[in-house]
């Protein structure tokens, strides 16, 4: 099992930043991988950006040169660093890991991130 500690989501005006951060806690050995999606009413969940245990990242066309993923495997925490928000951002940010024993996929619950004038 997985447990998450999401935070950072909250309001933030067109072309302004905000900064989530997401810590894995739980009966693993390590995490092949740590990223966000975010699901927008009416859509399904997508990818954001995730980092690879290599440190690969892989981001979403949408966000590339606007939203910056990091990831510290020490600590088991991954942060994304979002820039110059527009409102298509906005979207409900759910934390994702593979545990690398099994690749099996792992959720938070969720934070809402609103970007609105």
């Known amino acids: 099992q997985v447990q998450f500690v999401e935070s950072g989501g909250g309001l933030s005006q067109p072309a302004g930043s905000l900064r989530l951060s997401c810590a894995a806690s739980?009966?693993?050995?390590?995490?092949?991988?740590m990223g966000w999606y975010r699901q927008a009413p009416g859509n399904q969940r997508e990818l954001v950006a995730t980092?690879?245990?290599?440190?690969?990242?892989i981001y979403a066309n949408s966000v590339k040169g606007r939203f910056t993923i990091s990831r510290d495997n020490a600590k088991n925490t991954v942060d994304l660093q979002m820039n110059n928000l527009k409102p298509e951002d906005t979207a409900v940010y759910y934390c994702?890991?593979?545990?690398?024993?099994?690749?099996?996929?792992?959720w938070g619950q969720g934070t809402q991130v609103t970007v609105s004038s």
């Open positions: 980092v690879n245990i290599h440190g690969t990242t």
């Open positions: 739980g009966s693993f050995v390590s995490l092949y991988s």
């Open positions: 994702h890991a593979e545990t690398l024993a099994d690749l099996k996929d792992h």
